[in-house]
């Protein structure tokens, strides 16, 4: 039966609208647009930002990231409110037990974490093995201290109350600090111990944040705290020297970092514990994004394997940058955890 020619119009204009919405540059976008939301670790904020600002240029994918702190980001993940999490402590087998979706954890960089001080007049510092560990665990109290006054011959060291800086929320940054410190001195790991929120016994000052620990310390006359690197260095902190494995004081740099980062042996599923690297700078710790192995839909599990990959294969070029300085994840170790991601990862 022959349409009459309104209805033919009619058909045609019908048509018209139909295709001009579908090919419209926001229906397209509506159509197209993915987006993902993480939390978790202040300690790669800096770093974060750049991967989502590059990665957002590169794909239609959206990605947000709010640094809450490693222990804020642990809990989200496990209580499935976010597309990937954040953390500088690796996951403990009874928190991944906990996560009915699978879990995968990813190395995303290496980074160094640096005790920072506030002492007018005291241009260079240097902190041994035994000596830092005890200024945290409250053995050591004062500036002038023997032990102290050691390794700083004729350093103006004054005769005033050390001030301990600590963060106030569960923190990786925490983490790889304490982990560090429990390593080297059996008294701190008896003591206070290894955590990303442990109970410290020197009645320290609180700053909520590697932020938060920087202001507190530059305001604070006689004060000591630990912030990741990229902070200390772009607010001008004064950075104290530190003793590694060889009994070498070092200042941090993206060079030492890498150093340790490489002497690291990473197991199958690239959890590392390691506290004391034989080479390189002896606070630095690695960082991970958590992701789950099932997503809610085809959508949301390739835009993260889109991610993922394109963290640990372009996004690694944005580590080294010198406004931020964190270590390459080493490439044979990224590859085995791009391989694992893709494989295991399913809608």
Same mark, same amino acid.
Do not use: C, H, Y
């Given at each position: 039966m022959a349409l009459s020619t309104h209805a033919l119009r009619r058909a045609v204009t019908a048509s018209a609208v139909t295709a001009a919405i579908a090919f419209s540059p926001i229906f397209t976008a509506i159509a197209q647009a993915a987006s993902l939301t993480g939390a978790g670790a202040t300690f790669p904020a800096l770093l974060y930002d750049r991967y989502r600002a590059e990665f957002q240029k590169k794909t239609n994918i959206k990605v947000d990231y709010q640094a809450v702190g490693s222990g804020a980001g642990i809990r989200q993940f496990i209580a499935g409110v976010v597309d990937f999490g954040g953390s500088d402590a690796a996951m403990t087998d009874a928190d991944m037990a906990k996560v009915n979706r699978g879990v995968i954890l990813v190395p995303t960089a290496g980074g160094a974490v640096t005790p920072v001080y506030n002492l007018p007049g005291v241009s260079s510092l240097k902190l041994s093995r035994s000596v830092l560990p005890d200024i945290f665990a409250g053995r050591i109290t004062r500036w002038n201290d023997p032990k102290i006054? %050691? @390794?700083?011959?004729? !350093?103006?060291? &004054?005769?005033?109350?050390?001030?301990t800086v600590v963060r106030s929320d569960g923190s990786g940054t925490t983490f790889i600090f304490t982990n560090h410190l429990s390593a080297v001195s059996p008294y701190f790991k008896g003591r206070i111990g290894v955590g990303t929120?442990?109970?410290?016994?020197?009645? &320290?000052?609180?700053? #909520?944040?590697?932020?938060?620990?920087?202001a507190l310390v530059s305001k604070t006359e006689g004060s000591i705290g630990y912030v990741e690197y990229s902070y200390a260095k772009s607010n001008r902190m004064a950075i104290a020297m530190?003793?590694?494995?060889? @009994?070498?004081?070092?200042? =941090?740099?993206?060079?030492?970092?890498?150093? %340790?980062?490489?002497?690291?042996?990473? =197991? +199958?599923?690239? #959890?590392?514990?390691?506290? +004391?690297p034989s080479e390189g700078y002896p606070i630095t710790g690695l960082t991970w994004m958590m992701v789950y192995k099932q997503y809610p839909s085809k959508e949301k599990s390739d835009a993260v394997k889109k991610w993922i990959d394109w963290v640990l294969t372009d996004g690694q070029n944005i580590?080294? +940058? =010198? $406004?931020?300085?964190?270590?390459?994840?080493?490439? $044979?170790? $990224?590859? #085995? !955890? #791009?391989?694992?991601?893709?494989n295991e990862v399913k809608p």
């Open positions: 006054a %050691a @390794n700083n011959p004729g !350093a103006n060291l &004054p005769n005033s109350q050390i001030k929120a442990p109970k410290w016994t020197s009645n &320290p000052l609180k700053g #909520r944040g590697n932020s938060g620990v920087a530190v003793q590694n494995k060889k @009994n070498e004081f070092m200042m =941090p740099s993206l060079e030492a970092t890498n150093q %340790a980062l490489s002497s690291i042996v990473f =197991p +199958d599923n690239f #959890r590392v514990f390691e506290g +004391d580590n080294g +940058d =010198p $406004a931020l300085e964190f270590a390459r994840i080493p490439e $044979a170790i $990224a590859n #085995r !955890a #791009r391989q694992k991601v893709q």
